[in-house]
T-cell receptor, first 114, second 114 residues
Framework: DTEVTQTPKHLVMGMTNKKSLKCEQHMGHRAMYWYKQKAKKPPELMFVYSYEKLSINESVPSRFSPECPNSSLLNLHLHALQPEDSALYLC?????????????FGEGSWLTVV | AQKVTQAQTEISVVEKEDVTLDCVYETRDTTYYLFWYKQPPSGELVFLIRRNSFDEQNEISGRYSWNFQKSTSSFNFTITASQVVDSAVYFCALRGGTASKLTFGTGTRLQVTL
């Protein structure tokens, strides 16, 4: 069983809605990540938080807004999304950002924008 | 720049057959890490193995084995006596130097039938 928990598992939202994806880990990891995965493609990095501070933003549109309330939680706030933003959103964590650390992924949140 | 190539898009085998998934990588880093992940239809990316660039020992874990060859920049994955539960998309990934970004290959979809 994954130790990175994501909610909700499925989300359908309209283009004018505001919603949030939530992620929690209790492995004591200090790096947390958001990835986006479109069908039949590999995951693409969106954001990295290191010690609760935003470390990397891969030029993600501002309609996606990450938040790290504490070392165990990571949120992704969604507002005014487009249908092309429909995808699987994966949260992940690792001990820290060092390249030798394994990144562990959650089960993902399937997002559909209508 | 880093690159991971998984030339096999889809592989179909009959249960109990052995199957090898190929992974070729490119990096200029002298220290780097290679990973394999399994993604079943549920969406979760399941970590299978991590290998660092200084350790070329092959590894076996149950029915799974990995062959790392720096001379050919390859990190191939073999499943012995495949089972239906092995059906999934398998991603090879690379993380190098100080980069926190995980570079994925395009994935190989494995279908195991009875």
């Amino acid at each position: 069983d994954t130790e990175v928990t994501q909610t909700p598992k499925h989300l359908v939202m309209g283009m004018t809605n505001k919603k949030s994806l939530k992620c929690e880990q209790h492995m004591g990891h200090r790096a947390m990540y958001w990835y986006k995965q479109k069908a039949k493609k590999p995951p693409e990095l969106m954001f990295v938080y290191s010690y609760e501070k935003l470390s990397i933003n891969e030029s993600v549109p501002s309609r996606f807004s990450p938040e790290c309330p504490n070392s165990s939680l990571l949120n992704l706030h969604l507002h005014a999304l487009q249908p092309e933003d429909s995808a699987l959103y994966l949260c992940a964590s690792s001990q820290d950002q060092s390249s030798g650390n394994t990144i562990y992924f959650g089960e993902g949140s399937w997002l559909t924008v209508v | 720049a880093q690159k991971v190539t998984q030339a096999q898009t889809e592989i179909s085998v009959v249960e109990k057959e052995d199957v090898t998934l190929d992974c070729v990588y490119e990096t200029r880093d002298t220290t780097y890490y290679l990973f394999w992940y399994k993604q079943p239809p549920s969406g979760e990316l399941v970590f299978l193995i991590r290998r660092n660039s200084f350790d070329e020992q092959n590894e076996i874990s149950g029915r799974y084995s990995w062959n790392f060859q720096k001379s050919t920049s390859s990190f191939n994955f073999t499943i012995t006596a495949s089972q239906v539960v092995d059906s999934a998309v398998y991603f090879c990934a690379l993380r190098g130097g100080t980069a926190s970004k995980l570079t994925f290959g395009t994935g190989t979809r494995l279908q195991v039938t009875l």
